[in-house]
C-alpha cells in the first residue's frame, strides 16, 4: 500500500485543487467568461439593481437572470480572480521556499 | 502528512489574498471625489451624466425607452427624473453661465411637457395605482408630490432667468399648495389618499422659500411654523430623525427611510441650517455605512427595521444596500460637505453600479433615468441654495 492510496478522499481532492496552477487556472476562467458576457452586452442587464429593465424587448425575468449572470461574473473576475492570483503567487513561494516538501525528490 | 499541510497553507494563502485584495479594491475605484464634484464648475462625472441626459431629450425615441422601463415599475420616478434634471441644470447653469441659454431651453420643455402631462392626465398620472384605492382627505384632490415639484422646477428655472409666463403658474400653484397644507393640523398636503410626505411637503416648502426671493412674498411666518411643528409632531421617537410618512391628522405611518432622509436633510439646509445639520448626523448614524472604502445607505435606520416600501429598489441582503437610498445618499453627502463619505459612496458607484460611457455620455447601467438624476443634482447642487439663502440675508437686512 502506497501512502497515496492511504489518503483520505477529501484531502486528495483538496490537494488537488490547490496548487498555484489551478488558482491561476481558475482565474482566468473566470475572466474569459466574464469577458464573454461583457462583450454579448448583459451589463445593461444589470439595470434590475434598479428595479426596471436593462433592454428593450426582454422580458423581466430574462433580463434580471441575464444581470444576476454579469454580476456573478463580473465579481468573479473583479473580486475572486484577483486573489486567486495573489494567492497562487503565496503558495509557489510557501512551496519553493517553505515547505518541508519542497527537500522531497 | 503533506496534503494537510498543503491545504492548510493553500487556505492560508487565499485567507491573506483575500484581506490584501479586498482592503485594497477600492484604490481601483477612486477616482478622487474631484472627478465626482467641484466647489467651482462642472466636475468631469457632471459634465459625463449632463451630456446624457441632455442628450435625451433631443431623442425622443430614446427617451420614450427610459420614461417606458420607469413608468413600468414606478410612474413617480418619470416625475422625478425630470424634477432632478431641471433642479441640476439650474445648479449647472449658476455654475457655469456661459452655457445657460441650453440648459434653459431643456428646463423649458421638461417644465411644458410636465404641465401638459398634468392637464392631459391628471393628478393621478405619477403616482402608483394604489392612489386610487380610496378618495382623497382634501378635496378637490391634489398631488402634493406634483405641486411640489412642479413648483421648485419653475422657481428654479426662474432663479437661473426670470421667464414672465412662470411667474403666474408658480404663484398660482403655491398658493395652492399654502392653502391646502393649512387645512391639516400638521400644516401638509397629501400625495397619495391620506398620505402626506416628508419629502414631498419639504419641496413644496424649498419653492415657497425661492418663490419669496424671486417675488418679494414673505412666508417666513408659516415656513417657522412648520419646522416648529415638525419638530414636535413628525418626529421618529427612536432615531430622532423625520417620519417619512403619516396621515394628514399627523398619525405616523412610516419611520425614517433611507430613500427619503439624505433629500430631506437637503431641504431642510434651506430653512433651518442647525435642524438640517442635526438630522445629516442623525441620518448618517442610522443608515450610512462604509467597509474597506466603501460606503452605502440602508434603506431602514441602523437601530431598528422599519416597513418595507413596495415601491422600493431591491435591497442586497446581508450588508442591507439598498440602490436607491445609496443613491438618494449622495445628496446628503454632497449637501453637507461630507467629503469622507461621498468619496466613499462615488468609489461604491464605479465599483457597483457598472458606468457605461460612450461618446462623452456618462450612464450607470444598474441605474436608471431617474437615479441618473439623483446622482447628477449631487455632483452640481449648490449655488442654488446659496443664492437663495443671499437674497433672504440682504431681505432681512433691509427690513
Request: charged share 20%; hydrophobic share 45%.
Amino acid at each position: 500500500m502506497t501512502n497515496k492510496s492511504i489518503k483520505p478522499p477529501s484531502a486528495a481532492r483538496s490537494s488537488g485543487w490547490i496548487s498555484p496552477h489551478s488558482f491561476l487556472s481558475v482565474a482566468v476562467t473566470l475572466s474569459v467568461f466574464f469577458m464573454l458576457v461583457h462583450l454579448v452586452g448583459f451589463r445593461e442587464h444589470t439595470a434590475f439593481l434598479s428595479g426596471t429593465t436593462g433592454a428593450v424587448g426582454v422580458g423581466t425575468r430574462l433580463s434580471t437572470f441575464y444581470g444576476v449572470i454579469y454580476i456573478l461574473l463580473y465579481l468573479g473576475c473583479v473580486v475572486i480572480a484577483p486573489i486567486l492570483v495573489l494567492a497562487a503567487g503565496m503558495l509557489a513561494f510557501w512551496q519553493k521556499f517553505l515547505s518541508p516538501d519542497k527537500h522531497l525528490p | 502528512m503533506r496534503c494537510p499541510n498543503k491545504f492548510v497553507a493553500g487556505s492560508a494563502a487565499l485567507a491573506l489574498a483575500a484581506v490584501i485584495w479586498i482592503s485594497c479594491l477600492h484604490f481601483f475605484f477612486a477616482n478622487g471625489l474631484v472627478a465626482f464634484r467641484q466647489g467651482n464648475g462642472l466636475s468631469r462625472k457632471a459634465q459625463q451624466l449632463a451630456a446624457r441626459h441632455l442628450g435625451l431629450w433631443t431623442n425622443p425615441n430614446q427617451r420614450q425607452q427610459e420614461v417606458d422601463r420607469m413608468r413600468a415599475r414606478n410612474p413617480e420616478w418619470d416625475l422625478m427624473a425630470g424634477s432632478f434634471l431641471v433642479w441640476s441644470l439650474a445648479e449647472m447653469g449658476l455654475r457655469n453661465p456661459s452655457a445657460k441659454a441650453a440648459y434653459l431651453k431643456t428646463m423649458d420643455q421638461i417644465i411644458e411637457e410636465t404641465l401638459h402631462l398634468e392637464r392631459e392626465h391628471g393628478i393621478y398620472y405619477f403616482l402608483m395605482p394604489v392612489a386610487k384605492d380610496r378618495p382623497y382627505v382634501m378635496q378637490p384632490a391634489r398631488n402634493q408630490f406634483l405641486d411640489g415639484e412642479s413648483a421648485l422646477m419653475l422657481a428654479s428655472r426662474r432663479s437661473l432667468e426670470e421667464k414672465p409666463g412662470y411667474q403666474p403658474l408658480l404663484r398660482e400653484r403655491i398658493d395652492l399648495m399654502l392653502a391646502r397644507m393649512q387645512l391639516s393640523p400638521v400644516l401638509s398636503a397629501e400625495s397619495y389618499p391620506d398620505t402626506c410626505w416628508t419629502f414631498d411637503n419639504l419641496i413644496s416648502l424649498c419653492a415657497v422659500r425661492l418663490a419669496d426671493g424671486l417675488d418679494g412674498t414673505d412666508h417666513s411666518r408659516f415656513l417657522h411654523q412648520w419646522l416648529t411643528m415638525a419638530k414636535l409632531k413628525l418626529m421618529d421617537q427612536r432615531t430622532g430623525l423625520l417620519l417619512t410618512s403619516y396621515t394628514t391628522a399627523g398619525r405616523p405611518l412610516k419611520g425614517p427611510e433611507g430613500s427619503s432622509v439624505w433629500m430631506v436633510a437637503h431641504c431642510l439646509r434651506l430653512l433651518d441650517e442647525d435642524f438640517a445639520r442635526d438630522q445629516y448626523q442623525r441620518a448618517r448614524k442610522e443608515f450610512g455605512r462604509t467597509l474597506a472604502g466603501f460606503a452605502w445607505s440602508r434603506k431602514c435606520p441602523g437601530s431598528g427595521q422599519g416597513p418595507l416600501n413596495k415601491d422600493a429598489n431591491p435591497t442586497i441582503p446581508f450588508l442591507e444596500i439598498s440602490a436607491g437610498a445609496s443613491g438618494m445618499a449622495f445628496i446628503g453627502a454632497s449637501s453637507f460637505g461630507d467629503a469622507g463619505y461621498l468619496t466613499a459612496l462615488a468609489a461604491t458607484l464605479d465599483f457597483s453600479a457598472f458606468p457605461s460611457l460612450k461618446e462623452g455620455r456618462l450612464k450607470y447601467c444598474a441605474s436608471n433615468q431617474v437615479g441618473d438624476a439623483v446622482l447628477l443634482y449631487a455632483t452640481v447642487l449648490g449655488p442654488l441654495w446659496e443664492k437663495t439663502k443671499d437674497q433672504r440675508r440682504a431681505s432681512d437686512a433691509n427690513k
